[in-house]
């Protein structure tokens, strides 16, 4: 594996869980019926969105407290930051280009942020797991919907039934939650179609090679999360 890929694996690597989750799911649990037609709807105009502004939490009784927030700008421009174990990593990505921070940690300042570039093929889909959570839908042959959540139930390639909600907000999925023994997770949707532009923070100093120090440094996030136009 390349020392990009590693960084990747590296940066949500408390968050296994969650990419996990979107894709080791194995078969229906219910009878086939006929799915809701809004819920695929929605899942597909989400998915279609030009942009999208993306709050993940997972408690896991395995790896604690994982959280993912981005801003995608499609079809190939991201930025945001991975927090787990009190550390914060931040990340931007444009095209097959990554930039990516040590993980610092978040009880520090700093006043400029230190990205490490690497080239990597295709790596919105190593880091943002949403795409993963909204073809679920297509899976769930008995949706069940009380207002605008919409919720069905899917076995795991462990075994394990996870217990998946959608709430729709108007043409598009607003929030998903999904309950696994051991695993919640929660997604958070905002901005659809009117996020930031993706850009590195103005204090920026750019390194090449990979951001995992044989020592951890430790600086902290800023109060705000860099906005999001890489060069």
């Known amino acids: ?15 296994v869980g969650v990419v996990t989750a979107g894709g080791a799911f194995l078969a229906v649990y219910y009878a086939p019926s006929q799915p ?11 998915t279609a969105a030009t942009s999208y502004t993306e709050d993940l939490k997972q408690v896991s009784t395995t790896n ?4 993912l927030h981005v801003v995608l700008q499609a079809p190939d421009r991201l930025a945001g930051y991975e927090q787990a174990t009190g550390r914060r990593s931040y990340l931007v990505v444009a095209g097959n ?15 400029s942020h230190r990205f490490y570039v690497q080239h990597v093929s295709d790596p919105i889909s190593q880091v943002d797991p949403l795409p993963s959570y909204l073809s679920l839908v297509s899976r769930a042959k008995a949706v069940h919907r009380d207002g605008s959540v919409y919720s069905f139930t ?6 394990k039934l996870a217990q998946l909600h959608y ?9 998903i939650d999904v309950n696994i023994p051991g695993s919640i997770t929660r997604i958070d949707l905002t901005r659809i179609n ?3 532009p993706v850009e590195l923070p103005a204090q920026s100093s750019i390194r090449t090679g990979s951001p995992i120090p044989s020592t951890p440094t430790t600086t902290a996030p800023p109060s705000t999360t860099p906005t999001t136009t890489a060069p």
């Open 1 to 15: 594996m390349t020392d990009a890929r590693r960084t990747l694996s590296w940066l949500l690597l408390l968050l």
């Open 36 to 46: 809701a037609t809004s819920l695929n709807i929605a899942a597909k105009n989400t």
């Open 64 to 67: 604690g407290t994982g959280l």
């Open 97 to 111: 280009t990554v930039y990516q921070s040590v993980a610092t940690s978040i009880t520090s300042s700093i006043t």
């Open 154 to 159: 899917l076995a795991t390639t462990t075994g």
């Open 167 to 175: 709430t729709v907000t108007g043409e598009y999925v607003s929030r």
């Open 194 to 196: 009117s996020s930031p």
